[in-house]
C-alpha cells in the first residue's frame, strides 16, 4: 500500500486502497490497526517526526479506542470523515492539538468472528485557542 499525505484526497485514497484489498489482506489490515493505531497510522500516511512523537503522547486508552473504531469501520468497509484544521500561521505559538472521535457508527455483535456495523467513521483535530 502506498503511503499518503494525512489531508481529505490522502484518507480517501487509503480507504479505496483497503477497500480493494481481498478479504484474508484486508483482515490482516483490521489486526494492525486494532494492535497499534500509531504505527498503522506511520505505516499508511506521510507524517512527520512532531505527529508521529504526538500520536506516541496519546493517552493509550484513547489510541486504543480509536484503533478499535477504526479496525471495525475498515472490517465493515464504512466510509471515513477527517476533519483538519487549516495549519497555524507562521510565528504563532505551539499550543497543542486536540483529537476528537465523532463516528455515527453503531456495532452489533451476532456470532463468532460476526462485528458487524454501519455508520460513518469520523475523525476530527484541532488546535487549542
Do not use: C
Not at 25 to 43: C, G, H, M, S, Y
Not at 50 to 60: E, G, H, I, V, Y
Not at 77 to 99: Q, R, S, T, Y
Amino acid at each position: 500500500m502506498t503511503k499518503v499525505p494525512l489531508s481529505q484526497s490522502g484518507v480517501q485514497s487509503i480507504q479505496d486502497q483497503l477497500y480493494a484489498l481481498p478479504n484474508q489482506a484486508l483482515q490482516a489490515e483490521v489486526l494492525a490497526v486494532r494492535n497499534n493505531f500509531a504505527t498503522w497510522t506511520d505505516n499508511h500516511f506521510v507524517i512527520n517526526d512532531k505527529q508521529r512523537s504526538w500520536l506516541a503522547q496519546m493517552d493509550p486508552l484513547f489510541r486504543d479506542y480509536i484503533g478499535i473504531r477504526m479496525a471495525i469501520a475498515i472490517k465493515n468497509k464504512l466510509p471515513w470523515v477527517i476533519v483538519l484544521p487549516p495549519a497555524p500561521a507562521p510565528g504563532d505559538p505551539d499550543k497543542g492539538k486536540w483529537f476528537m472521535e465523532k463516528s455515527t457508527i453503531e456495532t452489533v455483535w451476532s456470532g463468532p468472528e460476526e462485528v458487524i456495523a454501519n455508520g460513518v467513521l469520523k475523525l476530527e483535530f484541532g488546535y487549542h485557542p
